[in-house]
T-cell receptor, first 118, second 114 residues
């Protein structure tokens, strides 16, 4: 069965520090997608990134970067020079290859609360 | 562009009451789903629909019903509310039910059952 583990329940950093959020997943499939979502204090879920299992290239988007390592089943998320606006709950999620009739099911980790202090 | 709209945003129910959480999307998405978010557990899938007239159960379906009579709407019904159903509920849609498709989420409904 698929599973996503975000072992860090809560992280507190001071503004401008770098911070890495860990995500470890379990799946028997060789084909899958991984996602990161951000949930700011306002409560909505904001899509950050999607990565398929065949693309292990790291990705950078501004202050955000993602490190995907199939060998360790990890998809970690780093925020460089954190800002107060980065304070949020961050979710990692997994979508396994299923026939269309089973739908686009996402399995979420428990989330990591990030607090950035000024 | 409204995207996925959930109503109400907040609701307090008494144990045993029933109610319907509304979800509507204006993106002509085939796939819609309901999740509940509980502290320390992330989001868990309640029910999903791959198209109008087709629904199926997710991970935690007990106590909830859904129907999909139109592409746009996917209401979630609580038959007899229980305190264990206190949670934040999210509706999501994606273009298709194909795995890996980006899911768009509503703003959430915070439900408290007393």
């Amino acid at each position: 069965a698929q599973k996503v583990t975000q072992a860090q329940t809560e992280i507190s950093v001071v503004e401008k520090e770098d911070v890495t959020l860990d995500c470890v997943y379990e799946t028997r499939d060789t084909t899958y997608y991984l996602f990161w979502y951000k949930q700011p204090p306002s409560g909505e879920l904001v899509f950050l990134i999607r990565r398929n299992s065949f693309d292990e290239q790291n990705e950078i988007s501004g202050r955000y970067s993602w490190n995907f390592q199939k060998s360790t089943s990890s998809f970690n998320f780093t925020i460089t020079a954190s800002q107060v606006v980065d304070s949020a709950v961050y979710f990692c999620a997994l979508s396994e290859a299923l026939p269309m009739e089973y739908g686009n099911k996402l399995v979420f980790g428990a989330g990591t609360i990030l607090r950035v202090k000024s | 562009n409204a995207g996925v709209t959930q109503t109400p945003k907040f609701q307090v129910l008494k144990t045993g009451q029933s109610m319907t959480l509304q979800c509507a999307q204006d993106m002509n998405h085939e796939y819609m789903s309901w999740y509940r978010q509980d502290p320390g557990m992330g989001l868990r899938l309640i029910h999903y629909s791959v198209g109008a007239g087709i629904t199926d159960q997710g991970e935690v379906p007990n106590g909830y019903n859904v129907s999909r009579s139109t592409t746009e709407d996917f209401p979630l019904r609580l038959l007899s509310a229980a305190p264990s159903q206190t949670s934040v509920y999210f509706c999501a849609s994606s273009v298709t039910g194909g795995f890996g498709t980006e899911a768009f989420f509503g703003q959430g409904t915070r439900l408290t059952v007393v």
